[in-house]
Nanobody
Framework: QVHVVESGGGLVQPGGSLRLSCAASGSIFSINAMEWYRQAPGKQRELVATLTSGGNTNYADSVKGRFTVSRANARNTVDLQMNSLKPEDTGVYYC???????????????????WGQGTQVTVSS
């Protein structure tokens, strides 16, 4: 009943910018936080940025000052603005929903997390 879709990835030169979007859909009542992770080839998935329902943000040290996570105009959508991109930012970027309450028929249910399928970001000259 809950779906997560990322978009906006692509190929960009070092120093360039990209804007990723994460849209959550379904019979959602609330989402505690929306997070961006990334996974480079041969490496573990790492947390990049967090946006809580209260508007608090948190960033990995490696992206502070370059990436900005924010709510988009559409409900349950967040964007990740990535500036001054570096080759080490290359990877698949995933959106994760934390602690989602949603309707299933007449009932409200809760799930700890939902993940999207990811979008590829490649930073290369």
């Amino acid at each position: 009943q809950v779906h997560v879709v990322e978009s906006g990835g692509g190929l960009v030169q070092p120093g360039g910018s990209l804007r990723l979007s994460c849209a959550a859909s379904g019979s959602i009542f609330s989402i505690n936080a929306m997070e961006w992770y990334r996974q480079a080839p041969g490496k573990q998935r790492e947390l990049v940025a967090t946006l809580t329902s209260g508007g608090n943000t948190n960033y990995a040290d490696s992206v502070k000052g370059r990436f900005t996570v924010s709510r988009a105009n559409a409900r349950n959508t967040v964007d990740l603005q990535m500036n001054s991109l570096k080759p080490e930012d290359t990877g698949v970027y995933y959106c994760k929903l934390d602690y989602v309450r949603y309707y299933s028929g007449d009932y409200m249910r809760m799930s700890n997390e939902y993940w999207g399928q990811g979008t590829q970001v490649t930073v290369s000259s």
